[in-house]
């Protein structure tokens, strides 16, 4: 009699922990089951051309429209230390530039290699801001270069008597800053303003008889 009493003891205990534990299982389900759900078939995508947040005005997000876009008004900017090339030309992050509005005598002609310590001389130790304008006739980049105090590397060069206004490009900004000489000293750059390619050809053909006499 005692061995049934046990039995059918320990059946109820089994039964009631197994009850126990659907309604746990329940209680879970209702924790994380979503209030609410909504079926697939209605949720559309989003047009993100057009999605804009909630706290946005009307019109602060318009489709893009060619007709009124408008360029950045600004010049692109390189900022850098330079190797300089030569009196007008030198090198800011692997670009090469020329500087705005002045012709400075080639490396070969008289005063060229003055011209090219000079602007060495201005740009060392500095970090030089140029205001990328345009590109030459020979894929340079043309560039209004200022020192950190300001100072427009142009408008130095030409000071320094080792640099000319080119008025076809600088619109004769920079003309009363040449010192009294300076187109004799450099007639080459001169010349060539003027279209006076030959007389380089001559001062070229004199240049290499003098180099094979040597």
């Given at each position: 009699?005692?061995?049934?009493?046990?039995?059918f003891?320990?059946i109820?205990?089994?039964g009631?922990?197994?009850r126990?534990?659907?309604?746990a299982?329940?209680?879970?389900d209702?924790?994380?089951?979503p209030?609410?759900?909504?079926?697939?078939?209605?949720?559309?995508?989003i047009?993100?051309?057009?999605a804009?947040?909630a706290?946005?005005?009307?019109?602060?997000?318009?489709?893009?429209d060619?007709?009124?876009?408008?360029?950045?008004?600004?010049?692109?900017?390189?900022?850098?230390?330079?190797?300089?090339?030569d009196?007008?030309?030198?090198?800011?992050?692997?670009?090469?530039?020329r500087?705005?509005?002045?012709?400075?005598?080639?490396?070969n002609?008289?005063?060229?290699?003055r011209a090219k310590?000079k602007?060495?001389?201005?740009?060392k130790?500095h970090?030089?801001?140029?205001?990328?304008?345009?590109t030459d006739?020979?894929?340079r980049?043309?560039?209004?270069?200022?020192l950190?105090?300001?100072?427009?590397l142009?408008?130095?060069?030409?000071?320094?008597g080792l640099?000319?206004?080119?008025?076809?490009?600088?619109?004769?900004?920079y003309?009363?800053l040449?010192?009294?000489d300076?187109?004799?000293?450099?007639?080459?750059?001169d010349?060539?303003?003027k279209?006076?390619?030959?007389?380089?050809d001559?001062?070229d053909?004199?240049?290499k008889?003098?180099?094979a006499?040597?």
């Open positions: 009699m005692e061995f049934v009493i046990v039995v003891g320990v109820w205990l089994l009631y922990a197994y126990g534990s659907k309604k299982g329940r209680r879970i209702r924790q994380f089951k209030r609410h759900s909504t079926p697939t078939e209605t949720l559309r995508p047009d993100i051309r057009y804009k947040p706290h946005a005005e009307k019109g602060d997000f318009e489709p893009f060619a007709k009124t876009a408008k360029p950045l008004p600004e010049h692109p900017v390189i900022f850098g230390a330079v190797y300089v090339i009196g007008d030309s030198l090198i800011i992050q692997k670009t090469q530039v500087l705005f509005g002045v012709d400075a005598p080639e490396i002609h008289p005063y060229g290699i310590q602007l060495w001389a201005l740009c130790n970090s030089i801001r140029a205001e990328v304008l345009t006739a020979h894929g980049t043309v560039a209004r270069c200022t950190p105090d300001g100072r427009d142009s408008a130095e060069m030409v000071k320094a640099a000319l206004d080119w008025a076809k490009f600088s619109g004769g900004i003309r009363d040449e010192v009294p300076a187109r004799r000293k450099m007639w080459l750059a010349a060539r303003q279209g006076r390619m030959d007389v380089w001559r001062f053909a004199k240049q008889a003098g180099g006499k040597q």
